[in-house]
């Protein structure tokens, strides 16, 4: 089947919002060019924020070929196209909304990034070349001003399919990012900005390039934290004055002088300010378009007006999308057509989103053991409490970006990754011990594995997850979680650079005769802690982390035999919301941590969402904590070496153990899975050994529903008696 039967010729709506279930191959650098005629002249259509766009003709059908060439970061353009692959990959699970351009391919080769459009029907030109023409009418001009208002309104819909609440932001709207079909339809095609959704929400991260198409930025969106759904609704703003002035801001050189267009618009609303009876509205308005047998006087006050609401100063006197389409249903021009125009159509849709969205949050089942109305309130404050320490603890460290290190820094870091240097293995790949200019470090290194389902491209996308959580204000600072100061993206070669000076991994350390019982019992405690901190289930809008392979092998102890978390590559929940908590990636824990249990509480949901956040639960984290603990107290880990079958060594060792303690004593309770050498130790009692043992076979429990919560572990935990009377001494005191 030719790719042109494959995707319909029709353009109604099913047609501009079909799914596109054909397979989609990179294209080569080769067949790129050839696509677009060597990127000739004759195909060049414009340019975007970050790269150009090219008309195209592949396999027989007209597409608009987007390049990005212009990059902060290395290896943001490639995290761009990802980012979008699955967007669409997404939505093409659902409807697509009509004024979102369709991907058809991409191409990522050694010299090219690029992605192909397919318009149907085809694309007239870029918005940004249509402003000026005059065969650009009033009608067509709100025709596309209303489409734009309803796909941003869609957007900005939290969608009932998503388990987060975070709206998608665009955040780069302007007119050389939209196209024009030959029915005058507006289709949004770059997202290189976006936010939110099923994508990492990058709000609020430190390591990000925030500012957006040159007139058509917010100034108030300069920094990380600012940014909202009012800086989509500022551009919004600024593309509607650009419309109805026929006036378009171009930073090619030959305009630099010109000053934006919200700029030159409230230059001309101060100025006729004294004009009676606000006739002074039309002014914005090009003299062409007055004579326009569609131009209604009244529809140029209310537009104008809005425009003038969106780009306001202060972000708070903005109107939201839902706002301004409500708004623009009300123009005549918009009621003539209203029968007519696709875009009025599909918002019957986006109110079927918004019915869906409520009745989805009125059918939640409630948590197995949801906590009570005191136990949230002293979780909640706990959480602001530690939370407050963080903050004030981040703001005094430095703000600066992540450093990029190239490989040969990192060979010479870690003496060509010598065996001396090596930590040991975790499930993506290997960790190593460094020194950069006097500087200990922790150099963690990804590997494609692919018959255990690792890919190349996965690991890139971890990389820049685990950059974005790092990196984050909420989570910066954290004494558990390893401070990144820099990263490694060239060739095949991913790697992270942490500021720690590792004492050792914990599989290395659990057989030890010198890891004492009071470092061990600092370890589960700090441990746990982390994890319902991680599982706290706020803020809004956020759905708690869930880190999905907690793992010995993930724990590296620094010199204070403190522990730190090094891997967050299941990681899903809080801002990192990326493919896998779409269910398009199936990964499994490694063996000796994965959980056993067959009767997964998918439908489980708790007061704040869905506890299934991309095929994860929080017990599948307490799983891996609770076989830690066993691990921990036994001195011993599961090892990949001679793994015949996926039991959990130490959940399924304790269970036997225990089996053969009842049979020889006949008594149901008092077995202790404690290893003898440890019960000889400082500050060992025999009852925390039982209760160690009681938590830890609780936590690794095949059926989930008899695990605890991890606030309830913590509780538990700081009852014992080694924690109550030598805290101090462990350095925990001030965790309690």
Not at 644 to 662: G, I, L, N, S, W
Request: proline residues 4%; contains cysteine; neutral net charge.
């Amino acid at each position: 089947m030719g790719i042109e039967e494959q995707v319909t010729g029709s353009s109604s709506l099913s047609g501009r919002c079909q799914r596109m279930h054909y397979g989609m191959m990179d294209l080569s650098d080769e067949e790129l060019e050839k696509c677009v005629n060597g990127f000739s002249e004759n195909n060049f259509m414009g340019k975007f924020q970050f790269g150009e766009v090219y008309r195209g003709n592949y396999e027989g059908v007209d597409v608009v070929v987007k390049i990005w060439k212009e990059e902060k970061l290395p290896g943001e353009n490639r995290g761009r196209l990802e980012d979008e692959f699955i967007l669409h990959k997404y939505f093409s699970l659902y409807e697509f909304h009509p004024n979102l351009a369709k991907l058809l391919n991409f191409c990522r080769g050694p010299k090219y990034l690029a992605v192909l459009y397919y318009l149907n029907p085809i694309a007239i030109d870029t918005l940004h070349n249509l402003i000026e023409k005059d065969t650009f009418t009033w009608a067509l001009r709100i025709k596309v001003a209303f489409g734009i208002a309803s796909l941003l309104r869609y957007m900005h819909t939290p969608q009932p399919n998503c388990t987060s609440d975070v709206p998608y932001l665009i955040r780069n709207i302007g007119a050389a990012h939209i196209l024009v079909d030959q029915d005058y339809e507006a289709l949004l095609f770059d997202f290189s900005m976006i936010s939110g959704g099923i994508l990492t929400d990058k709000r609020e991260l430190l390591s990000q390039y925030i500012h957006g198409s040159c007139g058509y930025s917010d100034p108030i969106c300069t920094r990380p934290g600012k940014c909202s759904d009012s800086c989509d609704i500022f551009s919004y703003g600024v593309v509607l004055l650009s419309l109805i002035s026929k006036r378009v801001y171009k930073d090619d050189g030959d305009n630099t002088d010109a000053p934006f267009v919200y700029v030159w618009a409230k230059n001309v609303q101060k100025q006729q300010n004294s004009v009676a009876s606000g006739k002074y509205k039309s002014w914005l308005v090009h003299d062409s378009l007055k004579s326009d047998p569609d131009f209604n006087f009244d529809d140029v006050v209310t537009i104008t007006n809005l425009a003038m609401r969106c780009v306001k100063d202060n972000p708070q006197k903005r109107p939201t999308m839902k706002q301004v389409v409500r708004q623009m249903l009300n123009l005549h021009i918009v009621k003539q057509n209203a029968n007519t125009w696709e875009c009025c159509r599909m918002l019957d849709g986006v109110n079927q989103i918004h019915q869906s969205r409520l009745i989805w949050k009125e059918n939640r089942v409630k948590l197995y053991r949801q906590p009570s109305r005191r136990q949230r309130g002293i979780l909640i404050n706990r959480f602001k409490d530690r939370m407050l320490n963080r903050t004030i603890k981040s703001l005094c460290q430095s703000q600066a970006r992540v450093k990029e290190f190239s490989c040969k820094a990192l060979i010479k870091a870690t003496d060509s990754f010598s065996k001396e240097n090596l930590i040991g293995k975790y499930q993506f790949g290997k960790v190593f011990r460094g020194e950069i200019k006097g500087q200990k470090v922790t150099v963690k290194i990804w590997e494609t594995i692919v018959d255990k389902g690792v890919h190349q491209f996965g690991n890139e996308d971890r990389l820049r997850d685990e950059i974005s959580l790092l990196q984050h204000p909420r989570l910066l600072g954290d004494p558990n979680l390893v401070k990144m100061i820099g990263y490694c993206f060239e060739g095949e070669t991913l790697g992270a650079v942490y500021d720690l000076d590792p004492q050792d991994s914990l599989p290395n350390l659990a057989p030890k005769d010198e890891f004492s019982w009071l470092q061990r019992i600092k370890v589960i405690y700090e441990l746990a802690n982390l994890i319902e901190f991680l599982h706290t289930p706020i803020p809004v809008p956020h759905v708690p982390y869930r880190v999905g392979n907690i793992d010995a092998a993930h724990i590296i102890l620094d010199k204070e035999y403190s522990p730190k978390l090094a891997d967050f590559g299941m990681t899903v929940g809080g801002i990192i919301l990326s493919p896998r908590a779409a269910g398009m990636t199936v990964l499994r824990e490694r063996f000796g941590y994965m959980d056993t249990s067959r009767d997964m509480p998918w439908e489980r949901i708790d007061y704040r969402g869905p506890v299934k956040v991309g095929g994860v639960y929080e017990g599948r984290d307490i799983f891996g904590f609770g076989c830690i603990l066993l691990c921990l107290i036994h001195k011993r880990v599961p090892t990949l070496d001679g793994a015949k079958d996926d039991r959990f060594v130490p959940d399924y060792e304790a269970q036997v153990a225990y089996e053969e303690y009842y049979e020889k004593t006949g008594i149901s309770n008092g077995f202790s899975f404690v290893h003898e050498s440890l019960e000889k130790e400082h500050g060992f009692v025999e009852k925390d050994g039982l209760e160690l043992t009681e938590l830890g076979m609780e936590c690794a429990d095949a059926n989930v529903y008899n695990r605890p919560l991890m606030m309830e572990v913590v509780k538990r935990l700081g009852n014992l008696h080694v924690i109550r009377k030598h805290a101090e001494e462990m350095g925990i005191h001030k965790m309690l």
